[in-house]
């Protein structure tokens, strides 16, 4: 069975520590203990990874604040792609425990820090901040987000059919949708007229 893997650029893999990925000769591996809301498998979270690198590929992004951390799979792909400052809060201390390890076993403990945590502790701003966060808390959060966000707000968890009251409140909030992912998911057991297409969202 092929470990369960995501390719953040020709050269940087991020993989499980359950099961590991043999790096070729020109390769770098991020091995990460991966918890169970949004794993790495996890369609929201490859979305997420997928909008980090082309936002941070387009340049300016000094400083990025993972909300809801969990086990630090975005801020560690953030540092091990060169952003010189991450920080990650969650609510459980356990998940900041594990991201602060993650950050240690590969090197990157001296860009990233986390911290056990609501966002209302931080000033910021930062110039991206990152949430993939089911959509009731999203739609709680979005005012404190955007508050904390300088240039653009990377979202996810949650689906399609979600989307129209979210933007609402960040169309007032000033924000403005730049860039929408989407990952359709079906399911042969599930009905048919639900919606469970996985969105991501960059907004400016």
Known sequence: MSPILYRLSPQLVLCSRKDPYEPGPEERVLLLKTGEAFPLGHPTTRLCLEL?????????????LDVGCGTGVLALAAAALETPMVVGVDLSWQAARVTLENARANHLAGRVHAARGSTECLKG???????????????????????????????SGFRENQEGPL??????LGRSLAQRLIKPFHHPELPKNLSFT???WLLR
């Open 167 to 172: 933007l609402g409140v960040y169309r007032k």
């Open 198 to 200: 996985w969105v991501a």
């Open 125 to 155: 701003p930062f110039d991206l901040v990152a949430a993939n966060l089911p959509w009731d808390v999203q739609m709680d959060q979005a005012p404190e987000l955007a508050r904390l966000a300088a240039q653009a707000l990377l979202l």
């Open 52 to 64: 980090l690198r082309e936002a941070l590929a387009a340049g300016g992004v000094k400083s990025l």
